[in-house]
């Protein structure tokens, strides 16, 4: 199982250009619509260059992000939950 990490939390209007490819990609999957104050979780997948991204609007809990990256065999890190938490 692979670890994430939080890379950061950031509104769309504010995304470090090299994680726009990654979310647009997210975007299209969900077939969501991105607006500029969305909050957007970055994290790093350890042991890989893959990035996971989270629309933090779309999560009630942090099982459900916790779910969903099982699913991709990765784990959360205690510090990025807690950090998390902070945004649901």
């Not at 970055?42 to 890989?48: A, E, F, Q, V, Y």
């Not at 933090?56 to 938490?85: M, T, W």
């Amino acid at each position: 199982m692979f670890v994430a990490t939080l890379a950061g939390v950031f509104k769309y209007t504010e995304l470090p250009e090299k994680y726009g490819p990654f979310v647009q990609y997210k975007a299209s999957i969900e077939d969501k619509t991105i607006n500029d104050n969305d909050d957007i979780a970055i994290l790093d997948i350890s042991g890989t260059e893959s990035v996971h991204v989270l629309f933090l609007d779309s999560y009630k809990s942090l099982k459900e992000i916790d779910e969903e990256l099982q699913a991709a065999d990765a784990k959360l890190n205690h510090r990025s939950k807690q950090v998390l938490e902070g945004y649901l």
